[in-house]
């Protein structure tokens, strides 16, 4: 934190060679000189999970590219800067610091990994930077942990655009017991803050609506070697696994279960909704499902464009889970700043410390149109925006199979 607090000690935003502030602060667009302002990006870039942690990248890339190609925001010009977190809670919160370290900083996206943000949250707090994730999902994060029994928002800078297990668990358990017909459920979960949360909520509410859950085990990330799991699921009874993690696993898992002769569906949430998870698991991630934040990219109009820029760049990873939530998360920072920027006589805060404050406020005032629907926020940070897609495993594709909101029961 000591080099946090020298570096925001210093309260003035860089430039870039084409130009210096002016002595009233701000850039000076009529003269030619812009200000840069930096929004950081954080999730796995490598390694564990970076088939969606890139498809986040990239999906602010092409927010701030067309802002920029827009002049959205006169005499300021925004950079992105991806970090690259590995899954890891401690490089999270690394990365953190370094955001917010940088003098021109002004907001970050990210991360993908719910137990990652719980580290990095209190950083961005205390710089009071703004930090909007598209994919977290763990409704701790935004309610607090006593959420179920008493909701309160724990940090007021952080936001997201993808909404939460409570949802994401109850919607899986609802298709399971009345769309597949499924009544007995094996649960398992990878210890983690995000797969736990979302196998416990969906062992809750398969049942309320009725089912059984025969059995509950764990597994451990970076596990390759299933098969005492295998086999206590196949002694089980079950009719369907439900599985609470990332697909690093799970592929690894239904394969394992496939070969063994257990012909039961794997289904998971949107931390197994990859085109990775079915590269990995080949042929036995047939009829398999999982839930994902929103609906399918390629149905949204808004998105045309969108999609078409993320091939022609020929971008790596995955857009179709969280790239258009990272665009419209990054959107909404551009959009405060801009806000900002207009209720200041069209000049930058001097004031890094002011100017992120600031952003902080217009951000939770967020209102508009964008890829993914409507961009707004509640009093908790949580998008307003909760509708939710089950999609399945159909010849080598994922395919949306229901579309709707969540019922709680």
Not at 29 to 52: F, Q
Not at 152 to 181: H, I, M
Not at 358 to 371: I, M, N, P, R, T
Request: glycine share 12%; with cysteine; aromatic share 8%.
């Amino acid at each position: 934190m000591v080099i946090l607090t020298s570096v925001l000690a210093t309260g003035a935003l860089s430039l870039t060679a084409c130009g210096s502030r002016d002595d009233n602060g701000g850039g000076d667009s009529d003269n030619g000189k812009t200000t840069t302002l930096t929004i950081g990006v954080d999730a796995p870039l490598s390694g564990e999970n970076s088939t969606t942690g890139l498809g986040l990248q990239y999906g602010s890339q092409i927010a701030v590219d067309e802002a920029n190609e827009k002049k959205l925001v006169p005499g300021v010009t925004f950079k992105l800067k991806a970090y690259d977190d590995k899954a890891q809670p401690a490089t999270g919160q690394s990365n953190a610091t370094a955001i917010t370290g940088d003098k021109t900083a002004v907001g970050a996206v990210g991360p993908l990994n719910s137990g990652v943000a719980q580290t990095m949250q209190q950083v961005f707090a205390s710089a009071n930077m703004v930090q909007i994730s598209p994919a977290n999902t763990a409704p701790e994060l935004t309610q607090g942990k006593d959420w179920q029994t008493d909701k309160k928002r724990p940090f007021k800078t952080y936001f997201r655009t993808s909404t939460t297990d409570e949802l994401q668990g109850s919607f899986a358990a609802d298709y399971a017991f009345n769309g597949l017909k499924k009544k007995k459920a094996f649960v398992v979960d990878d210890k983690q803050t995000y797969g736990a949360g979302l196998a416990k909520i969906f062992n809750e509410q398969f049942k309320k609506f009725g089912g059984k859950v025969v059995e509950t085990d764990h597994v451990n990330t970076g596990d390759k070697d299933f098969g005492s799991l295998v086999t206590k699921i196949k002694n089980s009874g079950a009719d369907v696994l439900y599985y609470g993690g990332q697909y690093d696993e799970s592929a690894l898992l239904t394969k394992q279960m496939k070969d063994a002769g257990v012909k039961i569906p794997l289904f998971g949430g949107d931390g197994m909704f990859a085109t990775t998870y079915i590269e990995a698991g080949g042929a036995a991630t047939e009829g398999d499902l999982a839930t994902a934040i929103g609906v399918p990219a390629d149905t949204l109009p808004a998105a045309k464009t969108f999609i078409e820029t993320y091939k022609s760049k020929g971008y790596k990873g995955d857009y179709g889970a969280y790239g258009t939530y990272a665009y419209d998360a990054t959107t909404a920072i551009i959009k405060a700043v801009k806000a900002v920027v207009d209720a200041n006589d069209g000049k930058v805060p001097s004031d890094i410390n002011d100017l992120r404050s600031k952003v902080v406020d217009e951000v939770q005032k967020s209102d508009f149109e964008g890829l993914t629907g409507k961009v707004a926020f509640d009093e908790y940070g949580d998008t307003t925006n909760k509708q939710l897609t089950v999609y399945q495993v159909t010849k080598g594709e994922w395919k949306a199979v229901k579309t709707g909101t969540a019922d709680l029961g």
